[in-house]
């Protein structure tokens, strides 16, 4: 193909910047032959004027290089896709061998995680055998200690079997030298006994004012009188009297006739105490209970009742151990007084201990006599004469029997801690002396058993009984 080549100015062409050049004026086109093949750079002039051979040439040379381009770019487009699969099996390669690398590590692992696993069964089977070697071995510790306590407790057991039954022989005989004595002193001073009870008796049935009684009185004294006596162990013979009397009291017409039958009623209750009490103890119980009724409608009654009482015991009844005095014939130095002196306190512990909801004489004068009592007799000052201490003796066995348990069921371990004081102080003071060693064996008997426990005789009554009366 022919190439065009001129030195006239033209429009820039890819293989020359010709934009600031400037075809000289006097220049003219000229036409060169190509002298190579049509693979070589055409030169063309600026300024110059394309032929149509030469526009076709030029065409079919942009289309041929275009051809080449496409060539070069799908040839660098499947280097590229080379490169990628290269490296995604490169990479592929890489993941397999972490892959590979994870697996191995895994499985170090797992037998890693298998042997402690194995160290940890050996070292619990180890921990299991000494734990059950430790157990069988406390186990015979414990067979050969139960072993020992059981001998023990048998040994302890057959010597206070033995204790016990010693102390009740001596007991025994204490109660029999006691009893021989008692019976001597009754058989030697027998019949004066009976003289001086008849005129106890006589004295009692006198008034207790020296002022004459009028008609109504002497009703008044022979229907009390019938009415105390008639009083028994049943629930029916206590309501009844106790309805009867307080009618009665209710009935009187004069100041002066209510005062008078309070103090008869008081008098003829204290005389009970004194007569049927001493011969039947748990009589105690239905009398208190009658006075108790009596004195939650006319509180003035318990004290005309006390005051009775003092008149009998004296300053024993507020703690005083230096002597009882009394106005009925005998003196502390007569057996028959003791007697008598243990039915007023066991009349006056059952009627501090009578359950009631009003009660205007209750426990607490029980706790105040025998913290009085205790502290004097543990401590005896030289006043107090041996009587005296007796006396305060008998009258605590008394109110022990009678207000002892409910004394335990209100004041639970303090009562406990003062009959622990009883045991452990107050009976080894009170010594060996042939006149107080019954009443002393009755109190350690009753505080070593622990018998204040046990509901009283006569404290729980019967609703009825067929016979008329169940009097002491």
Known sequence: MPRFTTNVAASPSP???????????????????????????????????LTPESAAYM?????????????DAHHIQQLFQQLDEHERARIQAIQEAFRSTQASLKQADLAQHSRQVEDRDVQLD????????????????????????DHAAQQAKLAAEQAAAEQAAKVHQEQERAAAAVAAALSAKQQEEQEKQQQAQQQQQKAPSTVPATPEQRQLKKRLTLYVQQISATQEQVASRTQAILTLLASTSSEADGEFATALLADRIVAQ??????????????LAMVAVAVACYHARFSNVLVASLTARVGGLLDGHITGPTTKLPGSIDDEQFYDRLRGYFLFYGAFCSVEAPNHPHGLPHVWRWCARVLNALATPSSSASPAGVRAAAVALDAMLHTAGYRMGRVYGRQWDKMMQYVRGTVVPQLGDAPAIRGVRTRIHVFVEQGEWRAVPEGSVLKVGDDSSYERA
């Open 273 to 286: 105490a004194e007569a049927q009490v001493v011969r039947l103890n748990s009589f105690a119980f239905p």
């Open 15 to 49: 293989l020359h910047d010709t934009t600031h050049e400037q075809p000289p004026p006097h220049e003219a086109w000229h036409m060169h032959m190509p002298t190579s093949s049509d693979d070589e750079d055409d030169i063309i002039l600026p300024g110059c004027r």
């Open 126 to 149: 180890g921990l299991k055998r000494a734990h059950q070697a430790a157990a069988a071995a406390a186990r015979q510790e414990a067979a050969a200690l139960k072993a020992a306590a």
């Open 59 to 71: 065409q079919r040379r942009a289309i041929k290089h275009h051809a080449a381009l496409r060539h």
